[in-house]
């Protein structure tokens, strides 16, 4: 295998989140989790930015910060993937990372929203779903590894804001 360049290390590195992807057991489990805390700094960045007066503009900067750390992603796993000559592999998670933090972004910061955005999560990414299942198949390359991970987040997340919704939270 050839040496990896800087910027390959750099992006394997932000792949397996700093190493989280190497775990014997469960990386994709352990990946997602610091996934919750990119959600809630997300989360507590829209609403330090945006007043009251502007609940939309919390929403459109939740979706910068979500689109741009998906961008950042999308970088990493595509050199990751092509430095380590693989696909989609165990190791590379920086793809639950963006998807967990996508569904827990737009429900305030608390023990219950969050776990329960980290259980629906998990469970749209292990069983892949509808859609879900289709876009791990069938998209080819990072944006593959990513889209079902994407996808994931989004239809967690949705469920997540009408549950909360609905309890008050």
């Known amino acids: 295998m050839k040496a990896l360049s800087p910027l390959d290390r750099l992006a394997t590195w932000l792949a397996t989140v700093f190493g989280i992807g190497l775990a014997p057991k469960a990386p994709g489990t352990f990946g997602s989790l610091p996934g919750l805390l990119v959600g809630a700094g997300v989360h507590v960045a829209a609403y330090r930015l945006c007043s009251d007066a502007l609940p939309w503009a919390r929403s ?98 949705l469920i997540l804001v009408a549950v909360t919704t609905l309890v008050g939270f």
């Open 60 to 157: 459109f900067v939740i979706l910068l910060l979500l689109a741009l750390a998906t961008a950042l992603a999308l970088w990493a796993i595509a050199r990751a993937e092509t430095a380590l000559a693989t696909h989609d592999d165990q190791r590379i998670v920086i793809d639950e990372v963006v998807g967990q933090a996508i569904a827990v972004a737009f429900v305030p910061v608390a023990i219950w929203p969050y776990l329960l955005g980290f259980l629906l999560f998990r469970l749209f990414d292990i069983t892949k779903p509808w859609l879900i299942g289709r876009v791990d198949k069938e998209v080819p390359g990072a944006v593959g590894t990513l889209g079902d991970d994407v996808l994931a987040g989004v239809i967690a997340g």
